[in-house]
Nanobody, 120 residues
Framework: QVQLMESGGGLVQPGGSLRLSCVATGSFYSINTMGWYRQAPGQERELVAVITGRGATNYVDSVKGRFTIARDNAKNSVYLQMNSLKPEDTAVYYC??????????????WGQGTQVTVSS
C-alpha cells in the first residue's frame, strides 16, 4: 500500500516563504516523476511544478523564479520551496507521484493536500 504524506503548509504573510514536503511510503519498485499541484477555491487543480527521475524540472509561469522543486531519492521525498509568496498562491497544495509498484505496473498517487494561505 503506497501512501503519500505531506507537510509544511500554513499561514504566511505576502513576501514570506514556506517549504512543502511529501514522502512516499510503502512497498514499490521505483519512483518516477514527482510533482506539486494546487487548487484554489472555485478553481480547477493546476500543475505547479514537476521533476523527473533525472532531475529535469518544469514550472507553471506564475511561479517561475519564486518556487523551486527538488527531490531526495534516498528519502523517497519531493519538496517545494516557495519564496516571495503572493496572496494568489493561496490554495490547497497536493503532491503527485508516479510510482512503479512492480516492474510492469505504474500509476500516479496523490497526497492528502496541505493548505497554504498567504495573507496579511
Amino acid at each position: 500500500q503506497v501512501q503519500l504524506m505531506e507537510s509544511g503548509g500554513g499561514l504566511v504573510q505576502p513576501g514570506g516563504s514556506l517549504r512543502l514536503s511529501c514522502v512516499a511510503t510503502g512497498s514499490f519498485y521505483s519512483i518516477n516523476t514527482m510533482g506539486w499541484y494546487r487548487q484554489a477555491p472555485g478553481q480547477e487543480r493546476e500543475l505547479v511544478a514537476v521533476i523527473t527521475g533525472r532531475g529535469a524540472t518544469n514550472y507553471v509561469d506564475s511561479v517561475k523564479g519564486r518556487f523551486t522543486i527538488a527531490r531526495d531519492n534516498a528519502k523517497n521525498s519531493v519538496y517545494l520551496q516557495m519564496n516571495s509568496l503572493k496572496p494568489e498562491d493561496t490554495a490547497v497544495y497536493y503532491c503527485n507521484v508516479h510510482i512503479a509498484v512492480t516492474l510492469t505496473t505504474a500509476r500516479g498517487y496523490w497526497g492528502q493536500g496541505t493548505q497554504v494561505t498567504v495573507s496579511s
